[in-house]
């Protein structure tokens, strides 16, 4: 990094650390000797309903000069994974029975291990640089009071709590209960952190509370509807099947005796309705999406391409809200999965986070909102730029189901005619898993349709949402349709960012606190196919997510659904395959085998946003 000019940078200076107009913040302050002290934030509310305002621990660590008169920004990851310990999940079944599928709750038992704060980098890489860094337990979680409720008003109302005391707005306190003002905090926030950790700054942002000014929210959610449901359906994140909002507040209730949220636990298993899968006041109040016109800040925002866990649309949903709001924001997308930046751009990602940090909480003119808004990694270390996402330029392009002219399936997916008078029909195995049913494409299957384009005559992207709508008559235990879009061709493809090795430092390290990380890399596999994109729906939410209108078996409706967005890169002579099904098996809930499906091919169709 390039020096400073300006402000002096001594234990006497009043204000902000150095910076000069084209440089930044520099790693003049020693981590050994930075003050580490936990406060506990007074809030507002009540969640535990024991008669006092609920208090958050925060862990704070700041550059010990600030004990003098020197004032500077914070960054806060708030979590509620500090105090997060292996217990396992007590997942809902997904297979749908007559047996009741919320079990009575136990609260969890052994010796109270209250909170461990060694999980983030921001404090290494920025406190040298004058920065103070915040790990804030959420309600319910570690050694915070209250209850979790996968952010509801509260505990969005909680941590908002946290940026007020940065600004001299709210109260906190020592242990042993003496009053602590941030006198150090120059009041300009910043709240980041990945997953959980990035959507609670999006909650908060949604509030419009003074002083936080940037957010950078990786693998973040707008609204939890699109993570736990989507068009009416219970769907679960990628490898968490029969995960559920409930189940998570569940988890990370590591508060001290975690009983008196039993009452608050039970509330959530009946509100979130995993029986209908309607969006309900429930989901409402978790979707920070409609409210971000209250906030005035900034977002950088980061998500994993390949995230079958917090799924493309959570990012898109928070893209678009961000536009629809004309908030400045930036966008990230890489090939991995649910991973951090750290370890897919390394040094890299630090850099341009800081110059970020700088600019939004400094002042500092350096160039990072010169620098392209979107950058997306095409292949494993190299990048293109976008002014956008999906791609300026994209096109939908409308692709028709037919009958194969050898066989009834597999069928042909073609941009001509589709298939007049023509209907296809399949039987649900819930027992099979979707892979087992996009192999095979040269074959019939009892258990799905299959629609195959022709080889592509040139390489071509995916860029945005693809939709399907399909006419058909179901008839069954099951009222899901699912969708899947499919990659054909054998190719090496990415199979996971997995750790090597090899560490690299990119921060000082005090005891169990580190500044080095494993590095990373990209493992890869040949494979005959990849799904692009899937999508569901209840059948029964056909003209509405938050409705349930029973149908008639036997009787035809058209079902249109959006599909999860996608950046894809297609490559000529690979062919392009939708594969229809009802029970996803990873993803929805298993009702009975038997459903039967009766599709009229004239009337269904995919439309794909394509560039290139």
């Known amino acids: 990094m390039a020096g400073f000019a300006g402000l002096l940078l001594t234990s006497t200076v009043v204000a902000a650390p150095a ?21 506990y934030v007074e809030t507002p509310v009540d969640s535990d309903r024991d008669g006092k305002k609920d208090r958050l621990s925060v862990y ?51 010796a109270w291990q209250g909170a461990s704060y ?24 570690g050694d915070s009071d209250g209850c979790p409720s996968a952010i509801g008003t509260e505990e969005k109302l909680g941590m908002k709590t946290v940026v007020e005391w940065l600004t001299g707005d709210a109260k906190a306190f020592t242990k042993d209960g003496k009053e602590i003002k941030a006198s150090w905090s120059t009041g300009k926030v910043a709240m980041a952190g990945k997953s959980y950790d990035g959507t609670l700054p999006v909650a908060v942002a949604s509030t419009g509370v003074k002083g936080l000014k940037t957010v950078v929210s990786i693998s973040g959610i707008a609204s939890w509807y699109s ?38 636990m039970h509330e959530m298993e009946q509100a979130m309705d995993r029986v209908s899968g309607d969006y309900t006041a429930f989901w409402k109040e978790r979707n920070f999406a409609k409210d971000l016109g209250n906030y005035h800040g900034s977002v950088f925002q980061v998500a994993g391409i390949n995230d079958w866990n917090v799924k493309p649309k959570n990012f898109t949903d928070l893209w678009d809200a961000l536009g629809r709001n004309d908030i400045k924001r930036k966008l990230w997308i890489h090939q991995g999965a649910h991973d951090d930046p750290l370890y897919v751009a390394e040094q890299a990602w630090l850099d341009t986070v800081h110059k970020w940090f700088d600019h939004e909480l400094y002042g500092i003119d350096n160039d990072v909102m010169r620098q392209p808004r979107v950058r997306f990694e095409t292949a494993p270390g190299q990048w293109t730029n976008y002014r956008d996402w999906p791609e300026p330029g994209a096109h939908d392009v409308t ?67 693809p939709e399907i709508t399909v006419r058909a008559s179901v008839d069954g235990k099951s009222p899901y349709l699912s969708a899947l879009l499919v990659d054909y061709g054998k190719d090496t493809r990415i199979t996971e960012l997995k750790a090597t090795t090899e560490n690299w430092c990119f921060g000082p390290t005090v005891g169990t606190d580190t500044g080095c990380r494993a590095k990373r890399r990209y493992a890869t596999a040949e494979s005959d196919f990849q799904v692009v994109s899937r999508g569901w729906i209840d059948v029964r939410n056909r003209n509405s997510a938050s409705v349930t209108e029973p149908i008639e078996p036997g009787r035809p409706y058209t079902f249109t659904w959006r599909m999860e967005p996608r950046q894809y890169q297609l490559k000529a002579g ?11 098996h990873d993803y929805t809930l298993r009702y009975p085998a038997g459903t039967k499906i009766s599709a009229s091919l004239f009337a269904s169709s995919i439309r794909i946003p394509f560039a290139g």
Do not use: M
């Not at 806060?76 to 047996?99: I, M, Q």
């Not at 980098?121 to 979680?141: C, E, I, K, M, Q």
């Not at 941009?415 to 209907?423: I, L």
């Open 574 to 584: 690979h062919r392009l395959g939708v594969v229809l099904l009802v029970t996803d």
């Open 60 to 110: 704070v660590v700041r550059p010990k000069e600030t004990d003098g008169s020197l004032k500077v920004a914070a960054i806060v990851e708030p979590s509620p994974y500090f105090g997060l310990t292996d217990a396992p999940a007590d997942y809902h079944p997904a297979d749908v029975t007559d047996v009741p599928r919320i079990a009575p709750w136990s609260p969890p038992t052994g």
């Open 19 to 39: 910076r000069a107009a084209s440089h930044g913040t520099e790693p003049i302050y020693d981590y050994a000797q930075a003050i580490r002290e936990q406060v």
């Open 118 to 141: 060694d999980r983030v980098y921001y404090d290494n890489y920025f406190v040298p640089r004058g920065y103070a860094v915040l790990s804030a337990n959420t309600l319910g979680t």
């Open 399 to 465: 692709l028709r189901f037919r009958a194969g002219d050898k066989a009834p399936q597999p069928g042909v997916l073609t941009t001509g005619w589709p298939g007049f008078g023509q209907r296809q029909g399949f039987v649900d195995d819930p027992a099979r898993t979707a892979d087992s049913l996009v192999a095979g494409a040269g074959q019939a299957d009892p258990n799905r349709l299959l629609y195959v384009s022709d080889p592509l005559p040139r390489d071509v992207r995916v860029s945005g949402t």
């Open 227 to 264: 993570y736990y449901r989507a068009n009416g359906a219970v769907v679960s994140p990628g490898g968490f099947v029969g995960e559920d909002a409930d189940l998570h507040a569940k988890v990370v209730l590591t508060r001290k005796n975690p009983e008196v949220c039993a009452p608050e």
